[in-house]
């Protein structure tokens, strides 16, 4: 009996989703509805590697919702043979350090962390609703990109400000992206053929969102992310770090407002902040090939910063096993790969210049055999790890 999992990402403008078997870990249909609230919104669903495309104005989630059984209805696999939901749900602040069944105290609880995650709770919770009013029958569970990094120490979440203030807005690191750094590196200790709880390592998530995390022994020790996902790497658009005294300058001396920083940092920023638009890794190599000035500081930014971060966390965690690659640019881009560990070659990240080239979709190692630091790219499957978990939580 297969046990088909559908596993919905709801964000502000789109619904993702994917029914997996994970039974035998199988893919069984996969879509996507794009631009829920505009004129032009369109779905689109594929199955055994056909795709089918509705064009609809979906005005809310609830009506996306809708658009998505009805595709199920008209193409399969039937919905009714799906025994449960799992839902991404971003921030699950310091309430839920683990998936859990949704129930009306869940989504309550959900509402009154939105303030942590204004631009990802609320379509989350919409989402919900839309899902569990469609499909009663079958168990929903909300799988957190916070959970996994519930474990850091204090000295890593705790951010050196008034404690009082802190302790009344909730105010530390959380961490986000979690389900595919424990994805991950889980998938690199089964590479390496060694227990879970005894690899150290480090997992760099580099997508258009992005963010690295130090593991010790299977227990995330430290990531980048913090409050929000803002904190951190250069991202596609997001800055990631700038000095916290940034907010006030700009606030005195350009007169913007709190939602106008908090908009640059977030959409005009990161690389396509330094380049005037440029935010895909692509785009970028053809400029830098082009001999554009602006899109090679931006390169050079994002290295310099992702270094850093990788020193900071190797002497965190007093030396590691493995460093590994996922998501967009980390599974794809060899140039940054080589570039971060050429810098780091000295610190025992030997490069196989060849295997580094090789396109694959495996999960593979690109470190020399007598590396002192495994050098892994291991490619990410977020709505697997979602499935998994959702199962996990149903037969517990
Ligand atoms: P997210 O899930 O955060 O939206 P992804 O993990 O899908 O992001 O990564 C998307 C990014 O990956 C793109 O913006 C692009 O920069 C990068 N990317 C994708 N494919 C390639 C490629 N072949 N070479 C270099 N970069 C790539």
Known sequence: MPTPILVLNCGSSSIKYQVIDVDDE???????????????SSLEHTVDGISHRIDRMVADHQQALELIVSAFGMYGPPLADVVAVGHRAVHGGEAFRQPVQIDAGVIDKLRELSPLAPLHNPPGIAGIEAAMADLPDVPHVA??????????????????????????????????HGTS??????????????????VDQIVCHLGNGASISAIRGGVAVDTSMGLTPLQGLVMGTRSGDV?????AYLAREAGMSVAEIDRLLN?????????????????????????????KLAYDVYIHRL????GSYLAILGGIDAITFTAGVGENDDAVRESVCDRLAPLGFLLDDEANKVRSKEPRRISQPDSPIQ??????????AMARETQKVISA
């Open 267 to 295: 959409n005009r920023s990161g690389i396509s902040g330094l380049t005037g638009g440029t935010s895909d890794f692509r785009d970028l190599a053809d400029r830098i090939a082009a001999g554009d000035v602006a899109a």
């Open 143 to 176: 799988v957190f990109d916070t959970a996994f990094f519930s474990t850091l120490p204090a000295e890593a979440y705790t951010y050196a400000i008034d404690a009082d203030i802190a302790k009344e807005y909730s105010i530390r690191k959380y961490g986000f």
């Open 26 to 40: 199988s893919r069984l249909a996969t879509g996507l509805v794009q631009k829920i609230g505009l004129v032009d």
């Open 307 to 310: 270094v850093s971060y990788i």
């Open 375 to 384: 050098i892994l790219v291991v490619p990410t499957n977020e709505e697997l």
């Open 181 to 198: 750094h424990k994805y991950v590196s889980e998938r690199v200790a089964e590479l390496l053929e060694r227990p879970y709880d005894e």
């Open 243 to 247: 000095d916290p005294g940034l907010h």
